[in-house]
T-cell receptor, first 111, second 115 residues
Framework: GENVEQHPSTLSVQEGDSAVIKCTYS??????FPWYKQELGKRPQLIID?????GEKKDQRIAVTLNKTAKHFSLHITETQPEDSAVYFC??????????FGAGTRLTVKP | KAGVTQTPRYLIKTRGQQVTLSCSPI?????VSWYQQTPGQGLQFLFE???????NKGNFPGRFSGRQFSNSRSEMNVSTLELGDSALYLC??????????????FGEGSRLTVL
């Protein structure tokens, strides 16, 4: 099945700095790569996703890039704010059509 | 439209007991997936049901089982509980017909503590 690796496991940045989280996947047939944000005590929620027919997608301060050749994709958050503090999960579909998640990155934005 | 509802939200069991967790998906969603979340392990895939059939199962022992009813509601059961089963169990629903794409909508989870 799909194996999704995510780095780093923890990330601490100063407010206003950028944060980058990277993921790699193993199934070359995967074509959908979402990112979920889970705030403390809350459910994971989709914040952005990218499909394999594009290399980059932006939504305000959040962007995701995809390199299908290298099988990796990244989440970029610019101008970070304290409310960006959360655990972020990347994911990809495996060859059984099940979404597999990375282990998560705990982002802390210090004011 | 109501979101994904999981019950109970919290429960405490002792080793050897069994537990049943329930998940009601968003109306119209036919796919329900279950995940186990533990600190440091992220979201581990348990199984997925679509139209009352288990489509796939993750790498968990046979003590973990589930089912889906005709109204798409799903239950998962864990028998002979072990301390290591303590976790947040998340249910997620999706329309289920989109192939290899599609957002998952998560419930708040059921937090199980095994003593």
């Amino acid at each position: 099945g799909e194996n999704v690796e995510q780095h780093p496991s923890t990330l601490s940045v100063q407010e206003g700095d950028s944060a980058v989280i990277k993921c790699t996947y193993s199934d070359s047939a995967s074509n959908y790569f979402p990112w979920y944000k889970q705030e403390l005590g809350k459910r994971p929620q989709l914040i952005i996703d990218i499909r394999s027919n594009v290399g980059e997608k932006k939504d305000q301060r959040i962007a995701v890039t995809l390199n299908k050749t290298a099988k990796h994709f990244s989440l970029h958050i610019t101008e970070t704010q304290p409310e960006d503090s959360a655990v972020y999960f990347c994911a990809a579909y495996d060859n059984n059509n099940d979404m597999r998640f990375g282990a998560g990155t705990r982002l802390t934005v210090k004011p | 439209k109501a979101g994904v509802t999981q019950t109970p939200r919290y429960l405490i069991k002792t080793r050897g007991q069994q537990v049943t967790l329930s998940c009601s998906p968003i109306s119209g969603h036919r796919s329900v997936s279950w995940y186990q979340q533990t600190p440091g392990q992220g979201l581990q895939f348990l199984f997925e049901y679509f139209s009352e059939t288990q489509r796939n199962k993750g790498n968990f022992p046979g003590r973990f089982s589930g089912r889906q009813f005709s109204n798409s509601r799903s239950e998962m059961n864990v028998s002979t509980l072990e301390l290591g089963d303590s976790a947040l169990y998340l249910c997620a629903s999706s329309p289920g017909t989109g192939g290899r794409t599609g957002e998952l909508f998560f419930g708040e989870g059921s937090r199980l503590t095994v003593l």
